[in-house]
């Protein structure tokens, strides 16, 4: 058995359960494991720490599969995994048919992402580990009933860490159409699993999309018509879809994305909303949100969901400024008593710091307002408690005073 021992110190983390291990922590490694190969994690004194995933090229040396050493890493180890974390989403189904049915550490399968889409899964294999293991948990996924395919999006930038080249293949069973309908809340979403982004769609909206639809259905029974509402970088229309269902009267929404814009599009028919109060606009959120402020449009409510500013800490002061800008043109443009929705996924800015942006943001804008909620990803995203570094959603509810 391979072992890789930790310099003095560095088990404290894994005594904690956290499940990574860094280059800089290993003394030594007794054999050579290939990539992705199970290995010992032993502490300076011999004493086991845990089994683990072995890659030669990350920064991430080690990711953990098990903290207990009379455990073996082995397929039925992977499909004891698989079900438990299949079975803990299975009530999410009586809500929508588009669901994370396995979330990398938080399931203990460090890397590996899942995303369920009617009969069809689609996997992003994103370590070493997993890709070493990449036909067993195959074959776990194609077992499950009512799966007629396995599409394989482990395109990310991120497996280039791993030693590993981007892939986008049929796995296991059929190829998935161009538009797979799924159905959250009684909205009809069509989603293109083999070119969308991430797997698709953004599974991990789910619940402040619901939100948003709820603020449009309070608005109109309050003021006796619908809201006007702006969504910013819509992509294929999920808030927009939502807000519509709710009663908005009106819908603004803005994407650079002219492809993204058409399916969302044809989402806002799929579902047979008004055409009249929907308005799709192809433009840079950024210029499209100081043109709003210098006309002195405003909306009742206004979302931003960008995509991730800061991929690393690297860019966090950067991504800082991006996100400042756009909350303070925003906030300038939400009316009297008016709402706002405003989210980062990037995962290198903890929410302490992006509530402290977006407070900066309110103070420039001289407006007054009160967060009434924080944000996150639903249930089928759910955070490792050992490993904070998996929360990546932060969002909060803004109401203007």
């Known amino acids: 058995m391979v072992q890789v021992w930790l310099k003095k110190g560095k088990e404290r983390s894994l005594w904690r359960r956290h499940p990574w291990v860094y280059d800089t922590a290993v003394q030594k490694v007794s054999g050579k494991p290939q990539n992705g190969e199970t290995v010992q994690v032993m502490s300076y004194d011999g004493k086991f720490l845990a089994w683990a995933s072995y890659s030669k090229d990350s920064t991430l040396r080690a990711r953990c599969w098990s903290f207990i050493e009379s455990e073996t890493i082995d397929a039925q180890w992977f499909e004891h995994k698989i079900t438990k974390a299949l079975a803990a989403r299975e009530h999410l189904f009586e809500r929508t048919s588009a669901i994370r049915v396995i979330m990398g550490e938080a399931d203990q399968l460090p890397g590996l992402v899942v995303d369920r889409y009617g009969d069809f899964f689609v996997t992003q294999f994103q370590s070493a580990g997993v890709e070493y293991w990449r036909e067993t948990i195959a074959d776990i996924l194609m077992k499950q009933p009512g799966i007629r395919g396995i599409f394989d999006r482990s395109d990310a930038a991120t497996r280039h860490r791993e030693g590993l080249q981007e892939r986008v293949e049929v796995l296991r069973g059929e190829e998935p159409p161009e538009q797979i309908e799924v159905v959250e809340d009684g909205i009809r979403y069509g989603v293109d699993v083999r070119n969308g982004h991430k797997t698709g769609f953004y599974v991990d909206q789910r619940d402040s999309r619901y939100l948003a639809q709820r603020l449009a259905r309070e608005f109109k029974a309050r003021h006796g018509r619908g809201m006007r509402a702006l ?28 492809e993204a814009l058409e399916t969302a599009r044809k989402n806002a028919e799929r579902n047979g909303f008004c055409e009249e109060k929907a308005k799709w606009v192809q433009a840079d959120v950024f210029d499209f949100l100081r043109k709003a402020r210098d006309a002195g449009d405003t909306y009742d409510l206004v979302i931003l969901d960008p995509p991730k500013f800061a991929s690393s800490h690297r860019h966090v002061d ?84």
């Not at 009434?372 to 990803?377: C, E, I, K, M, T």
């Open 231 to 258: 969504n910013c970088f819509c992509y294929t229309g999920g808030f927009s879809l939502a807000l519509l269902a709710g009663g908005a009267d009106e819908v603004v929404s803005v994407d650079s994305s002219g």
């Open 318 to 401: 950067r991504a800082a400024r991006a996100y400042k800008d756009i909350n303070l043109n925003g906030l300038r443009i939400v009316s009297p008593e008016g709402q706002l929705l405003t989210f980062s996924c990037s995962g290198a800015m903890d929410v302490d710091l992006f509530q402290k942006v977006i407070a900066g943001a309110v103070i420039d804008s001289k407006r007054e307002a009160w967060m009434v909620s924080r944000l996150g990803a639903g249930e089928d995203h759910p955070l490792m408690m050992t490993c904070p570094e998996g929360e990546y959603l932060k969002g909060l509810h803004l109401k203007l005073r």
